[in-house]
């Protein structure tokens, strides 16, 4: 199994990032995915939940209406979309299934 993500990077508060994360060597099409976020000096955090099928979605309060997470089961991708960034939304963003993470993106906002 393997995830790798991208689209990280630095961006001024207000601004958006897309993040990516491809997934190999599992079933893709049946797998819940999650991201998860972990900032400086902080415990990793759950951010977003997207069903197998993209019919559900359950995010953290905070990123609520700034956030959106989707898939393509066809090009086995995961997306995160997030706008309105606060410097805040600064940390390493990774993806996962079951027990497997990526190595994660670092996105940092600045003021």
């Known amino acids: 199994v393997q995830l790798v993500e991208s689209g990280g990077g630095l961006v001024q508060a207000g601004g958006s990032l897309r993040l990516s994360c491809t997934g190999s060597?599992?079933?893709?099409?049946?797998?819940?995915m999650r991201w998860y976020r972990q900032p400086p000096g902080q415990e990793r955090e759950w951010v977003a939940t997207i069903t197998d099928d993209g019919e559900f979605t359950t995010y953290k309060p905070s990123v609520l209406g700034r956030f959106r997470i989707s898939r393509d089961n066809v090009k086995r991708l995961l997306y995160l979309e997030m706008n309105n960034l606060k410097p805040e939304d600064t940390a390493v963003y990774s993806c996962?299934?079951?027990?497997?993470w990526g190595k994660g993106t670092l996105v940092t906002v600045s003021l």
């Open positions: 060597g599992f079933d893709f099409r049946s797998a819940g």
């Open positions: 996962n299934t079951q027990t497997y």
